[in-house]
């Protein structure tokens, strides 16, 4: 079996593709660039970087076993938690080196994506299509300008070398290519879950374009048809993988509590928002305006709208059978579009949300194939033609770079993103909620409240804004106020270590400091490694003159983040009262090294170097 290669000598052939490559990674460049001025978010960034102790330390020993055997953020994705701790020991909690990792991830995938399809069908410029619209298309931006979001460019990563280490198979079968595809596919599902729709598309590439049924011709191999039950044996392992993947992630995303119960979203419910989701994702794909990171799940769905997608997305599946014959393309880009979605498209719900971009991160490639693929043969043919053509695929992705390129510029920081999502979305708690916390760590604490506020307007059991306003209101001096929401946040959600944290030290305030201890304790038997529980719980006991596990609640704080002013500060103070002045002297230091205007650790540290 060979690939075969039409019109052009081998040469010309491979200076074509890699002058195509390295455009591809250059408008990729173009887009991204501002990505590398822009911050970490106040959204699951803390969660995945600049709040886990694991990965802000690097690539240590403990922390890759802790990838291993963590299901942190409701995922067991080791490979993702490495990423990311490498991210983390070559540049720190500088943004810009995540966010740059990120947008090379994106580029590796499109030119990959481009030489991977152009092997299997020898159509250089269709492929390069398909490739140009996957790496430029706004719907895109979240899976590569989010650090977060990391998981979806590695794992994509693995998926499209797992499809060149398949197709090398079917090229000329050998064991260790074999076993080469399905290493990789391994690594994939280490780097997120919804790489266990693959061996379904594998399936589908046997289909078109790889020929290697009765059914459809192939598009660039000399190829014999396989009969159907030794394709459907090849992906067993392939199965058998992506059903331990499942489990894991079934049993991770239920021990965290990411995944909605029957009861709270009902299965009719979902089955509608699936349909309204599938065509709302086409229309995004081609109308991609009003972005935003999150869309919350509506209160009610019209029924006339659901029964539409229905029936619209069964009429397209009805003709695109009907037309296989003449196009067999339409099955595999139609089908790979249906399928890679069922993950996440809501029937098994995990978050709030009601659809997000990211998810079409691979799924849209199925969509892009049938746009390419849709354009006649006559048209790269007649001069007149492929001059129209060139045009219109050239405006096509200019449109895309610059709606990339604004979409971009929204991920600059948490502020900006939700005040954008604000505007192209309705009742959007979850934005109301992580635009009021941006407001309230920018000092803005009016604004923050309002819009707190109004997040429990919409949500009133919206447990983290509960937190987060209470928060505010105790900034604010409103200690009553913020204790009642405090004390509500922990109503809704008992297990909320940051609201027993936080309630703690509104107790503290309010003078009641054995009830915030308690508080303290118990938030950090939920979480033990709250590194701000650990820094309240050791300023509170050295207020009751338990110097020794103040200290050692301090120091603790500090192993988890090494970088805490305040923490080294009240160490400084602490070990001054315990008579260990050059260690006090030090921790004083590092702390206005961090915070060089940080005036209680100044004026400790000058009272110590007048003692000495």
């Known amino acids: 079996m060979r690939f075969v290669f039409w019109g052009m000598s081998a040469s010309r052939q491979r200076q074509q593709a890699i002058l195509i490559c390295v455009c591809l990674a250059v408008l990729i460049a173009a887009v991204y660039w501002p990505v590398g001025h822009a911050g970490f978010l106040n959204y699951d960034d803390d969660e995945y970087v600049t709040a886990n102790p694991h990965v802000r330390g690097g690539l240590t020993v403990p922390g890759v076993v802790w990838a291993f055997t963590a299901c942190h953020a409701s995922n067991w994705h080791p490979l993702t938690w490495l990423s990311h701790a490498l991210d983390c020991e070559c540049f720190g909690m500088n943004a810009g080196g995540h966010h740059a990792v990120s947008v090379l991830l994106h580029a590796v995938n499109t030119v990959v994506l481009f030489l991977v399809w152009r092997r299997m069908t020898g159509a250089t410029w269709r492929s390069a299509g398909v490739a140009a619209l996957f790496g430029l298309h706004p719907l895109h931006v979240e899976s590569v300008a989010w650090v977060s979001e990391r998981k979806d460019v590695l794992s994509t990563c693995f998926w499209?070398?797992?499809?060149?280490?398949?197709?090398?198979?079917?090229?000329?079968?050998?064991?260790?290519?074999?076993?080469?595809?399905?290493?990789?596919?391994?690594?994939?599902?280490?780097?997120?879950?919804?790489?266990?729709?693959?061996?379904?598309?594998?399936?589908?590439?046997?289909y078109w374009p790889l020929g290697r049924t009765r059914w459809a011709k192939s598009a660039a191999i000399e190829n014999v048809s396989t009969p159907p039950s030794q394709l459907i044996k090849e992906k067993l392992p392939f199965l058998a993988l992506g059903a331990v993947s499942g489990a894991l992630?079934?049993?991770?995303?239920?021990?965290?509590?990411?995944?909605?119960?029957?009861?709270?979203?009902?299965?009719?419910?979902?089955?509608?928002?699936?349909?309204?989701?599938?065509?709302?994702?086409?229309?995004?794909?081609?109308?991609?305006?009003?972005?935003?990171?999150?869309?919350?799940?509506?209160?009610?769905?019209?029924?006339?709208?659901?029964?539409?997608?229905?029936?619209?997305?069964?009429?397209?599946?009805?003709?695109?059978?009907?037309w296989a014959r003449r196009g067999p393309w339409f099955v595999t880009g139609w089908?790979?579009?249906?399928?890679?979605?069922?993950p996440v498209i809501g029937l098994v719900r995990v978050g709030a949300q009601s659809?997000?971009?990211?998810?079409?991160?691979?799924?849209?490639?199925?969509?892009?194939?049938?746009?390419?693929?849709?354009?006649?043969?006559r048209a790269m043919k007649?001069?007149?033609?492929?001059?129209?053509?060139c045009v219109?695929?050239?405006?096509?992705?200019?449109?895309?770079?610059?709606?990339?390129?604004?979409q971009v510029r929204y991920w600059k920081d948490s502020e900006t993103l939700f005040r954008h999502a604000l505007d192209v979305t309705r009742d959007n708690w979850l934005a109301h909620n992580s635009l009021g916390n941006a407001l309230m760590e920018?000092?803005?604490?009016?604004?923050a409240i309002e819009h707190l506020e109004q997040a429990l307007r919409i949500d009133p059991d919206y447990a983290q804004a509960h937190n987060n306003l209470g928060n505010a209101l105790m900034g604010s001096g409103r200690l009553p106020e913020a204790i009642e929401h405090l004390e509500q946040a922990l109503r809704i959600n008992p297990d909320s270590a940051e609201a027993h944290c936080s309630l703690g030290a509104a107790l503290e305030r309010a003078g009641r400091l054995q009830d915030a201890i308690g508080h303290y304790e118990q938030a950090l038997r939920i979480k033990p490694d709250l590194a701000e529980a650990h820094y309240n719980l050791g300023t509170a006991l050295g207020r009751v003159g338990r110097v020794g596990e103040a200290i050692e609640h301090l120091e603790q704080a500090l192993r988890i983040k090494p970088d805490y002013a305040e923490a080294h500060t009240n160490l400084g103070i602490t070990l001054g009262q315990a008579g260990r002045i050059p260690e006090a002297i030090e921790h004083l230091e590092r702390a206005l090294r961090i915070k060089p205007d940080l005036t209680p650790a100044k004026n400790a540290l000058a009272r110590l170097q007048a003692r000495q």
């Open 442 to 447: 920018s000092g803005r604490l009016p604004e």
């Open 382 to 389: 007649r001069q007149s033609m492929k001059v129209i053509t």
């Open 160 to 206: 499209l070398l797992t499809m060149w280490g398949y197709v090398r198979y079917v090229e000329q079968p050998s064991g260790w290519r074999y076993l080469l595809a399905l290493g990789l596919y391994t690594l994939g599902l280490m780097a997120k879950p919804m790489v266990v729709t693959l061996p379904f598309v594998l399936l589908l590439l046997d």
């Open 249 to 322: 992630t079934y049993w991770a995303q239920r021990g965290g509590g990411a995944m909605a119960s029957l009861v709270g979203v009902p299965m009719g419910m979902r089955i509608a928002n699936a349909l309204l989701s599938y065509v709302g994702y086409i229309s995004k794909t081609f109308w991609p305006v009003g972005l935003a990171v999150f869309y919350p799940l509506p209160a009610g769905l019209s029924m006339a709208a659901v029964i539409i997608a229905g029936v619209g997305l069964v009429g397209i599946t009805a003709a695109v059978i009907w």
């Open 335 to 342: 089908f790979w579009y249906l399928g890679t979605l069922v």
């Open 355 to 377: 659809m997000a971009d990211r998810y079409t991160y691979v799924p849209s490639i199925g969509l892009f194939i049938l746009l390419c693929w849709s354009v006649p043969g």
């Open 392 to 406: 219109a695929a050239g405006a096509a992705l200019a449109v895309c770079m610059a709606l990339s390129r604004v």
